[in-house]
């Protein structure tokens, strides 16, 4: 509990709308994206200011007080999930567009920005902000950079990291650091790289320069249905191995098709098992080119139908298929947990073997929907809340399939990061030295450890009693017991 | 010999005494002097893992980078960020560790932007692992980023994983005769545009660019911007990535990273512009307070290059919160300071 004295003390340095702290007002901040994980915060600072927010760590580091920074509240993992005893700081009202440079090609925007806005803005210099996560209409562009977000278009233009110049962030101490540049490098280490995904632990983001690029002269897409995964998975790596590197290139299971075709009719085929969606974007004449060897690839590769969108609302409708695909699972389930890990792309069929096995074992269906191109796999536990013991199955079930990522050499977040969800994975993957090193790096921004306590990294006293244990040449000890 | 090393490394730190890492000793030059006994990383070499459908490469640090293009090649790969070789025999490790890009960088990413993950020994000879060979992984804080460019300050790198890309199909270069002021913007408003833009140049009056692609989105774009056609397009972006051309035969070599709108620096002498206005390559014996001023004005930084190192040293120094971190993380990861001491900044 925070005490009356450091509360009217927080209350002095902003206006009075902007802290909560009844009961009512607190609820909507109990959760991220992942619902299942709640904490009503004790308080609730949303400064309108970089002044303020300066103000806000400083007064928290001087009385030892936690911080939780949180934007739109979209994320997947818990990592804005307030802490006890800490303020959770909401950069939502910091959401002025400061500049944009359409010649230098660049926007200067604060961290509660939406990331669809900035394209917005940039679109009448034919401009825009290239990494499009799912949520992109809703999520600010200072949580992008928190968990490092990619989206449907990141194999040919990056992640968030690939994508951003330069940070005005400040320490818990109440520190201004301004990282990275105008020009394309800085001296010195890459902490621009450092705090892109490093989830509120290190600083907290108040601007953000991101890269604007002209927007392609045409995209176009092509759906490819295969009679299984691993054909459509193999038929994947030889459209790259042709050449092109496609803007999207997505893989759906047969639940997921069947579940987006009944939410949206987007016209999918329903009798394949597997279904692929390849972009291909630039300027016309590539366009015409790439669509021409993808077409040819696939129908070498085994496709049993191929289609190319003939319009672009035809384009636009194949795409919402894909888009709406979690949405549509959840109608097919009182509850779903949407997984995260990424592999490398040849293991594709082996690890959704062992997902079904595992689907059968634990008695809850899966939907698969797979971001091809790059390997990260977005498996959909289907289960229901009201079952006593469902949640926890399900639980158990979705860190399974983690472990599975990190044993055939991939990772257990893609893009939605650790947070709280999979702080116990994290001591799977990394082993001992690593995650002693990451705390340590931790400590070099906040010797206190203050900004978002308990996520991201593991104390390593953690993880021995949890009992989670890094993959040892692919064999985890008892692999027969299930771990949580 | 990854034992040896990293006993050499223990030994190093139980006995307090520095280390100079070296791999091919292409780029000796570049950093400020650092002092202690040679640790050659050599015999790391060879390619680990190689996944062309996968986008990955894998290879240990002393692998030659002319081995790792030649392989790429033969896969119609490569290395999007066209790591300089300076003529020498430059490795993977020194690539990574000194995170120098060439002229693709502005329109492709640079070496960080490829990096997926690092096996490195640390200033303790202890053996770590970051990052991992997917493209997407945003579990734990991204230290194989944080080596690239680190000059080898933070550990001695053993392997690296890089995401490569396909080789485009047609390349052609063009040149037009402009004015300084004139070509900046034009590098910028094309860059602004959906062309296949891969490299830019500007010197002596000469605007160079390059086109890569699709042979026909290539041809409609030369067919739109005009110019001249050079006959050996490829031959002069090698003599601009390893400064093989006389312009960089003088000393000091100044370079000075702006903001690509950045308009002409009047400095007096003849510069050699690149990466769409981004870098100014300028050889002349100016006071460094001074460039690094101007510089500083334009956005970004002045690094001495080549020549005798100034007293504030090769790069420019740090903001005073950002020299604190650094110093931080220094200590983390090299607790005694023995590795490549000096090489990034005289104080650690």
Redesign the interface.
């Known amino acids: 509990m925070l005490s009356p004295a450091f509360l009217s003390k927080l209350r002095s340095l902003l206006p009075a709308h902007c802290v909560l702290n009844e009961r009512e007002d607190l609820l909507p901040f109990e959760s991220d994206g992942l619902a299942v994980y709640r904490n009503t915060p004790d308080v609730v600072a949303l400064p309108e200011d970089e002044a303020q927010v300066a103000a806000i760590l400083k007064l928290c580091h001087a009385h030892r007080v936690a911080v939780v920074a949180r934007g739109a509240g979209t994320g997947l993992s818990g990592g804005a999930l307030p802490v006890d005893g800490a303020v959770l700081l909401v950069l939502s009202k910091l959401n002025r567009i400061k500049a944009i440079?359409?010649?230098?090609?660049t926007a200067v925007v604060e961290p509660g920005v939406r990331n669809l806005a900035i394209s917005e803005a940039a679109a009448v210099?034919?401009?825009y902000y290239a990494p499009d996560p799912s949520s992109q209409i809703a999520c600010s562009i200072g949580g992008n950079v928190a968990?490092?977000s990619?989206g449907v278009h990141?194999?040919k233009y990056?992640?968030t990291?690939?994508n951003i110049l330069k940070l005005r962030a400040w320490?818990i101490a109440g520190?201004?650091?301004?990282?990275g540049?105008?020009?394309?490098?800085?001296?010195?280490?890459?902490?621009l790289?450092?705090l892109?995904?490093?989830e509120g632990?290190?600083a907290v983001i108040t601007e953000v320069t991101v890269k604007l690029l002209?927007?392609?002269?045409r995209a176009q897409v092509v759906l490819a249905a295969f009679d299984d995964v691993a054909t459509a998975g193999a038929a994947v790596?030889?459209i790259?191995?042709a050449?092109?590197?496609p803007a999207g290139l997505e893989m759906m299971d047969r639940l997921a098709i069947q579940a987006a075709e009944a939410f949206v009719h987007a016209g999918y085929p329903l009798d394949c098992a597997a279904l692929l969606l390849c972009e291909v974007d630039?300027?016309?004449?590539?366009v015409?080119?790439?669509l021409y060897i993808v077409r040819e690839v696939l129908e070498a590769s085994g496709a049993t139908e191929i289609r190319t969108a003939e319009s672009e609302q035809e384009r636009l409708k194949f795409w919402a298929g894909r888009k709406a695909a979690f949405p549509a699972v959840g109608r097919l389930s009182p509850d779903y947990y949407c997984m995260d890990g990424?592999?490398?792309?040849?293991q594709l069929p082996h690890v959704l073997a062992r997902i079904s096995e595992m689907s059968a074992e634990y008695g809850l269906a899966v939907a698969n929907v797979f971001?091809a191109g790059?390997?990260?796999l977005h498996p959909l536990i289907l289960f229901d809340a009201n079952q006593p013991g469902e949640l926890e199955k399900a639980e158990a079930f979705g860190s399974r399939i983690l472990e599975l990522c990190v044993e055939v050499?991939?990772?257990?977040?893609?893009?939605?990061?650790?947070g709280l969800e999979?702080i116990k994975q994290?001591c799977v993957?990394?082993?001992i030295?690593?995650l002693t090193?990451?705390n340590?790096?931790?400590?070099?921004?906040d010797p206190d450890t203050l900004l978002n306590p308990g996520k991201?990294?593991p104390e390593l006293h953690r993880c021995a009693e949890w009992g989670a244990m890094r993959v040892h040449d692919g064999q985890l000890p008892h692999p027969e017991l299930p771990r949580f | 010999m990854l034992q040896e090393i990293s006993e050499r490394v223990r030994a190093a730190y139980a006995s307090d005494s520095p280390l100079i890492i070296q791999g091919g000793g292409s780029k000796t030059f570049y950093g400020n002097a650092d002092e202690g006994e040679v640790l050659s990383t050599r015999a790391l070499t060879g390619v680990v893992d190689y996944?062309?459908?996968?986008?990955?490469l894998t290879a240990r640090a002393s692998t030659p980078l002319a081995d790792i293009e030649a392989l790429l090649a033969a896969?119609?790969q490569m290395l999007a960020f066209e790591p300089p070789c300076f003529g020498g025999p430059a490795t993977l490790g020194g690539c990574i560790a000194a995170?120098l890009s060439g002229p693709r960088?502005?329109y492709a990413?640079?070496a960080?932007?490829f990096v997926l993950g690092v096996r490195m020994i640390?200033g303790s000879g202890?053996?770590?692992?970051?990052g991992?060979?997917?493209?997407?992984?945003?579990?734990?804080?991204?230290?194989s980023?944080?080596m690239?460019?680190?000059l080898g300050t933070?550990g001695l790198l053993t392997e690296v994983s890089l995401k490569v890309?396909?080789?485009p199909?047609e390349e052609i270069s063009l040149q037009f005769e402009l004015d300084e002021a004139t070509a900046i913007?034009r590098m910028?408003?094309w860059?602004?545009?959906?062309?296949?833009l891969s490299a830019t140049s500007w010197h002596a009056g000469l605007l160079t660019l390059r086109l890569s692609?699709?042979?026909?989105?290539v041809?409609?774009?030369q067919a739109r911007l005009g110019g001249d056609a050079l006959k050996d397009g490829s031959a002069f972006w090698q003599r601009l990535r390893d400064q093989t051309a006389p312009f960089f035969d003088k000393r000091p070599l100044w370079r000075l990273?702006?903001?690509?709108?950045t308009p002409p620096l009047n400095l007096g002498y003849a510069q050699w512009i690149e990466?769409g206005g981004?870098?100014r390559w300028l050889a002349a014996e100016l006071q460094p307070a001074v460039l690094r001023t101007t510089v500083k004005g334009?956005?970004?930084?002045a690094?001495l290059f080549r020549g005798d190192t100034p007293a504030d040293g090769a790069?420019?120094p740090?903001?005073p919160?950002?020299a604190v971190?650094?110093r931080?993380?220094k200590?983390?990861?090299d607790p005694r300071g023995i590795l490549n001491r000096g090489r990034?900044?005289p104080e650690f």
Not at chain 1, 181 to 187: A, C, F, H, T, V
Not at chain 1, 214 to 217: A, C, I, K, L
Not at chain 2, 126 to 130: C, D, E, P, V, W
Not at chain 2, 298 to 301: I, P, R
Request: aromatic letters at 6%; glycine letters at 12%; proline letters at 7%.
């Open positions: 440079d359409p010649l230098a090609r210099h034919n401009l968990e490092n990619g990141c194999l990056g992640l990291v690939h320490t520190q201004l650091l301004e990282i540049g105008e020009s394309l490098d800085s001296p010195g280490y890459d902490l790289a450092l892109t995904g490093s632990m290190l002209p927007r392609p002269e790596g030889n790259i191995a050449g092109v590197i630039g300027v016309n004449e590539e015409s080119d790439d990424t592999i490398p792309r040849t971001h790059d390997g990260n050499g991939g990772t257990i977040t893609g893009e939605h990061g650790v999979k994290m993957q990394f082993a030295p690593e090193r990451f340590e790096v931790k400590t070099a921004f991201a990294v | 996944q062309p459908k996968e986008l990955v896969h119609s995170g960088r502005p990413g640079a960080r932007d640390d202890q053996a770590l692992r970051f991992g060979q997917v493209i997407k992984n945003v579990a734990g804080y991204d230290v980023r944080l690239v460019g680190a933070l890309l396909p080789k199909a913007r910028n408003e860059a602004g545009q959906p062309l296949p692609g699709a042979a026909s989105a041809h409609a774009a990273a702006v903001r690509p709108t990466w981004a870098v334009a956005g970004g930084h690094t790069f420019t740090l903001a919160a950002l971190l650094h931080n993380l200590q983390r990861f990034l900044y």
